[in-house]
């Protein structure tokens, strides 16, 4: 893993996310999902599909500095996809998914920005970063704050769920460790 740029995005709520802390994420992850597949069709009665945090690789990393090019995304977005490329993990509660920067680039190509009307920011768009298995879309916005769409839609409301993307990643760990 190469070293973090500090000049790409930005956090306005204060706090930014450490890398260190999230390779731990993922190594912790990682580690609960092997215990979770090993005994996961004993425990639960069908197969598991394809659950995994994947790192970051250089070309990632190009796909990331891509995506800042394109717009303005939050520092804490920026750290993450500089140590997690994707996650996909079907089989964790409703379904966890962290699309790639280039994922979330084609994205807001396509569709832009999502609207938060709690937090609008000309600035700072918010930006489709994951999704879960019901189509439900989680956003971050300028602040650092991570929103799921109501729906399964675009274009309608969004809640925060949590105060930053660390909160959100350490949700996501909790739901893997129980299952495992």
């Known amino acids: 893993m190469g070293v973090l740029p ?12 450490d890398a260190e802390w999230v390779v731990g994420w993922c190594e912790q992850t990682s580690s609960a999902l092997e215990v979770l ?7 639960y009665g069908y197969p598991p599909g394809e659950n995994a945090v994947t790192l970051a690789t250089d070309e990632s990393h190009a796909a990331t500095d891509s995506l800042v090019d394109l717009t303005p995304i939050p520092s804490d977005l920026t750290t993450l996809y500089w140590v997690v ?24 190509q396509e ?23 019901g189509g439900h879309l989680f956003a971050v916005t300028g602040r650092g704050r991570v929103w799921r769409s109501t729906t399964a ?12 993307i660390q909160e959100f990643l350490e949700r996501i760990g909790q739901v893997v460790a129980r299952q495992a």
């Open 153 to 164: 839609s675009w274009f309608d409301e969004f809640k925060m769920v949590a105060s930053s």
């Open 85 to 108: 490329h994707e996650a996909s993990l079907p089989d964790i509660g409703n379904g966890y998914f962290i699309h790639s920067a280039s994922t979330v680039a084609e994205h807001f």
């Open 37 to 43: 597949m090993a005994s996961f069709l004993e425990k």
């Open 111 to 133: 569709y832009g920005a999502v609207r938060i009307d709690d937090e609008q920011d000309d600035e700072w768009p918010a930006l489709v970063f994951g999704s879960d298995g």
């Open 6 to 17: 500090e000049s790409k995005g930005m956090n306005l709520s204060g706090k930014r996310l």
